[in-house]
């Protein structure tokens, strides 16, 4: 029993100071709300900082040249001139088809060609000493002519089956084999340009006013965090989607290691309106409702709290929209027990009272 009492005694002792350092703070605190006492403060000069409406998208890579690679004639494959995931210039041959008879006919089809110039060449001398009509002069000119033609049909009919890099790019993974028979549509690699890709994102059709051809894009990709790749508008869709209200829009980003693939998905960040204004540090707003405030110093001794609007922000800043300018001195630390016309004592940020005010503050 001895000991519970001694263990009460403690406990109700402890209590006591408690409440009288509470009742003495507290005191305090009226005294200066009461004018007994100057609040100290650290504060700064609003100044001018750059800003700019940022608005966010998801994108989707494209490549800036793409196609699938597929035979235009049925025939079985004779040769595979490439490898897998390989780098081609234009021009480049990547799949023979069998084309002997398609070889053949080229070469008939030049001998006929051949034989008819001859042919014209001879009535062409003969018209010249009059020993032809001007009707055999032409049939000898058409003959020409059809043979010519043959040999460029036979030769696009061979062309068909030699298949070449129409551009510069990287091709896909190989899906035929030597000796299958291909048909038209069927897939035989891909190829894609990705030394320039380009990037489709949609935007609110709010910002069709604030958005054009030119402006700066920053893409981010997941496979490459930390590291921006920036791009510029080069297109924006003539209408706006109807379901979405958004309209669709197309940059262009450099790709020249080829890091950024087709199909890839990028967050971009378009930006736009840059302009100059008022700017004060996150930690000197305080919050109530939907109203954001500062306390604006008078003289170095008192202070007002006043209503502003808010803008676009930055890293540790907001824009002020209005409610201050340039110049005006407002409180960024020791905020926490302000009231609008209270007295104050400028000190140094380190030694002001509560450095580490809230953002969110009941405003009296």
Same mark, same amino acid.
């Given at each position: 029993m001895k000991i519970l009492r001694s263990a009460l005694i403690i406990a109700g002792a402890v209590a006591i100071v408690i409440v009288a350092r509470h009742l003495l703070a507290q005191t305090g605190s009226e005294e200066r709300f009461r004018g007994g006492g100057a609040t100290e403060v650290a504060v700064?000069? /609003?100044?001018?900082?750059? &800003?700019? @409406?940022? %608005?966010?998208? #998801? =994108? %989707?890579?494209? *490549?800036?040249?793409? #196609? #699938?690679? %597929? *035979?235009?004639? %049925?025939?079985?494959?004779?040769? #595979?001139? &490439?490898? @897998? =995931?390989?780098? /081609?210039?234009? =021009? $480049?041959?990547?799949? $023979?088809?069998?084309?002997a008879e398609e070889s053949a006919a080229v070469e008939e089809a030049r001998v006929s060609y051949e034989e008819?110039?001859?042919e014209f060449d001879r009535v062409v001398e003969l018209r010249d000493r009059d020993l032809v009509s001007r009707e055999e002069l032409d049939a000898a000119r058409g003959a020409v002519d059809a043979a010519a033609a043959r040999v460029d049909a036979a030769e696009a009919r061979l062309r068909d089956r030699v298949i070449a890099a129409p551009f510069d790019g990287a091709l896909g993974i190989r899906r035929v084999s030597p000796g299958a028979l291909v048909h038209p549509g069927e897939v035989i690699t891909t190829l894609d340009d990705l030394s320039i890709v380009k990037v489709d994102f949609n935007v609110p059709e709010a910002l069709l006013a604030q958005v054009g051809v030119g402006q700066t894009v920053v893409g981010r990709a997941a496979p490459w965090s930390g590291e921006e790749f920036l791009g510029t508008v080069t297109g924006i869709e003539s209408r706006v989607d109807p379901v979405t209200r958004s309209v669709g829009m197309q940059a262009t980003m450099p790709n020249p290691d080829g890091r950024l693939r087709g199909g890839m998905f990028l967050t971009v960040e378009l930006t736009c309106c840059p302009r100059e204004s008022p700017s004060v540090p996150e930690r000197a707003l305080l919050s109530y409702a939907d109203n954001q405030y500062v306390y604006v110093v008078h003289g170095g001794e008192t202070v007002e709290q006043r209503e502003i609007a808010l803008g676009a922000r930055e890293v540790g800043f907001v824009e002020v929209a209005d409610g201050i300018a340039p110049g005006d001195t407002i409180v960024i630390d020791g905020i926490l027990n302000l009231k609008d016309g209270a007295q104050v004592t400028v000190v140094s940020p380190d030694d002001a009272v509560d450095s580490a005010t809230p953002a969110v503050q009941d405003v009296q």
């Open positions: 700064a000069v /609003v100044e001018s900082r750059s &800003f700019a @409406d940022r %608005t966010e998208a #998801i =994108g %989707t890579v494209v *490549p800036n040249e793409s #196609i #699938i690679v %597929t *035979p235009a004639v %049925t025939e079985r494959v004779a040769e #595979i001139h &490439f490898e @897998d =995931g390989a780098f /081609v210039r234009a =021009g $480049d041959l990547l799949v $023979d088809l069998a084309h008819q110039k001859r």
